[in-house]
């Protein structure tokens, strides 16, 4: 029974990569996957202080499009992508994306196509129809990429990101209103990395800003009425100086 399980789960397994290779990488796809890898992933294993294995699939170094993501590529606000090794501009990052493929194969490199991780990272824009036979296979494939990112028997740190990316990521692999369901990642980040969320942050800093806004006025308040009670005490003081001088001149008048 067990080999007749581990023979089913290979197969599974051969399924799914085969349906990596059948397609060209898509540098769009490996563009978001590594924003998935630098927003989420990345932040949780540095706050764990564990650094990632050569060979792990998760690492940024051997994404194949490496040279290509490192640099800018334009601003979206004035709809020009500029090519960041020939001056050649699009007004759309996707045709960008297929002159960089075409046009500069040269510094392709590294052995993993991080677009291919899109499903198990969950970096697609639009929802992902569910297949549970393909769904099957990309689990298993998940959870190799943790074992070989995060062995467990090399530390308790690498056991516990083990525990906590395969949770998060693997176990969530299944179907859910006939779509993949999703990670939430705001609230991984929060849990499990010394990164704040947006979200978050955005509320940190607006409490800030109307903490010292505040402390501002009261601060300004408080010199106005010291202000005035100063005036009040010296009016008061020439007052009573005035009346002192009065009343010693009567007094010397009298005399005389």
Known sequence: ????????????????????????????????????????????VDNYKYPLPPNCMLSLSNDMYSAFLKKPVGSPRIREHKCPF??????EMKFLDKHLTNMHTELVNGSVCSGDLCDILRCRDTPVTCDPTRLEGRRHHCEQIMQQC??????????????????????????????????????????????????????????????????????????FWREQSMQKDLRRLRQSRHQSFLSAFSRKSKDY
């Not at 581990?6 to 978001?32: A, H, M, P, Q």
């Not at 705001?186 to 990395?193: G, M, Q, T, V």
Request: hydrophobic share 40%; aromatic share 10%; charged share 20%.
């Open 1 to 44: 029974k067990n080999t007749m399980k581990w023979t089913g789960e290979l197969l599974l397994l051969t399924i799914y990569l085969f349906s990596i290779v059948e397609g060209n990488c898509s540098l769009t796809d490996s563009r978001k996957a590594r924003d998935v890898i630098r927003e989420v992933i990345e932040p949780i």
């Open 86 to 91: 020939c001056e050649k501009s699009f007004q």
């Open 150 to 223: 995060f062995p467990p028997g090399v530390s308790s740190t690498a056991h516990t990101l083990n525990e906590l990316l395969t949770k998060e990521f693997c176990d969530t692999l299944r179907c859910k209103g006939g779509y993949i369901q999703k990670v939430n990642t705001d609230a991984l980040i929060e849990d499990h990395s010394s990164i704040w969320s947006p979200a978050a942050l955005g509320f940190v800093i607006f409490g800030s800003v109307l903490t010292a806004l505040m402390a501002m006025y009261y601060g300004a308040l408080g010199m």
